[in-house]
């Protein structure tokens, strides 16, 4: 921070004498006396900075305690504008890093997903800068996915070193491109794009930030702590993040994934159809794909080896996996059936 901009921001907050410590690109750490804070910065250009603040600060109000809290500046408000920048601060909390191994922690995300996707439907559209680039985009971003894990599976046979890993994907390659084609032929025959829709016109938000830097574990509760991914988007796109994260380990177990989800529908309950969507996306290979690309990509022996010992241990769990991704959808896909078929069944009835 220059020296002028550093003293307007300090005016504001009521800070003396503080120091400032840069943590990474758009965030400072704060020590004012005792109290340490994080201050985030954002380009007034960035259409996504303010939103995200002003939705912090909603969710607040409603007494949520899923979040770090924000520091009001002089005028009460949450975000303070300067030049060509916003500035917004939060009180430091000493979290905990997330772990996504944990069943615990994957059941107690229930507790915090649940209630922010519920009172995401009653922020105010007032504030411009809530993201709609996923609304509707899951079944374009897996067809290219499919499409480029297709494509540099051929390219990576002299980067895969390792015997073990070019045996297992030689094994697991033709698993892996059923998925592909199934898990997406399954979210386009879902009712993905009205349910998209619906989420939209009731304002459900979806928090996006799904990795170790967006959760963090505080007093026994999992925390959102970065505002900068909010989307106009289904809640089973988060859920299914910390799911198929989850399941990616070795210690991942389904039948945790069935408890975590009864859990956050005792709590909020998903659309009708919604499940479908969510067994499509972990049936689809959604990272194992990726990580083809990046080591078809990988410069050096050294990167290729990082890149191909992590696929590898990812194949192995996708393949102990595999039943339960296949059981969950078709599951969920009959369920749809039926309760569609009933649904014309009481129309019938209601015509006679």
């Not at 559209?125 to 374009?140: N, V």
Request: net charge positive; hydrophobic share 35%.
């Amino acid at each position: 921070m220059k020296e002028k901009e550093k003293e307007k921001v300090f005016a504001h907050y009521g800070w003396k004498d503080a120091k400032v410590e840069p943590l990474e690109r758009h965030r400072c750490l704060v020590k004012a006396g005792d109290d340490v804070y994080i201050l985030h910065i954002g380009e007034k250009k960035d259409p996504y900075f303010a939103g995200g603040v002003y939705f912090r600060r909603y969710l607040e109000e409603t007494g949520a305690d899923f979040l770090p809290s924000l520091l009001p500046g002089r005028d009460d408000a949450p975000l303070f504008k300067s030049g060509s920048r916003y500035y917004a601060v939060e009180r430091r909390l000493p979290v905990k890093p997330f772990s996504f191994q944990k069943k615990d922690l994957l059941i107690n995300a229930m507790k915090t997903f649940a209630p922010f996707h519920r009172l995401s439907e009653g922020f105010e559209a007032r504030h411009d800068g809530i993201s709609q680039s996923h609304l509707g985009q899951w079944p374009a971003r897996l067809e290219r996915n499919l499409k480029e894990g297709e494509h540099y599976l051929e390219k990576i046979r002299d980067k895969a070193a390792d015997p073990g890993l070019l045996s297992l994907l030689k094994r697991m390659e033709p698993e892996l491109k059923r998925r592909g084609e199934r898990g997406l032929l399954s979210l386009c025959l879902s009712p993905y794009e009205e349910l998209a829709e619906r989420a939209f016109l009731s304002r459900r938000l979806s928090y996006g930030a799904v990795n170790h830097r967006g959760l963090g574990y505080y007093k026994s509760r999992v925390l959102l702590t970065d505002f900068h991914r909010l989307n106009h988007d289904l809640a089973a796109a988060d859920l299914w993040q910390l799911f198929r994260r989850y399941l990616s380990y070795r210690g991942g177990k389904p039948e945790e994934v069935e408890t975590a989800l009864r859990v956050y529908e005792g709590l909020q309950p998903l659309y009708t159809g919604e499940r479908m969507v969510l067994g499509a996306l972990l049936h689809f290979p959604y990272y194992p794909f990726k990580l083809v690309k990046r080591l078809a990509k990988a410069k050096g022996r050294e990167e290729a080896a990082a890149i191909g010992k992590e696929l590898y241990g990812v194949l192995v769990v996708e393949e102990e996996r595999s039943d339960f991704y296949r059981d969950f959808l078709r599951r969920e896909e009959r369920k749809l059936r039926g309760h569609a078929e009933t649904g014309e069944k009481d129309e019938k009835k209601e015509e006679i």
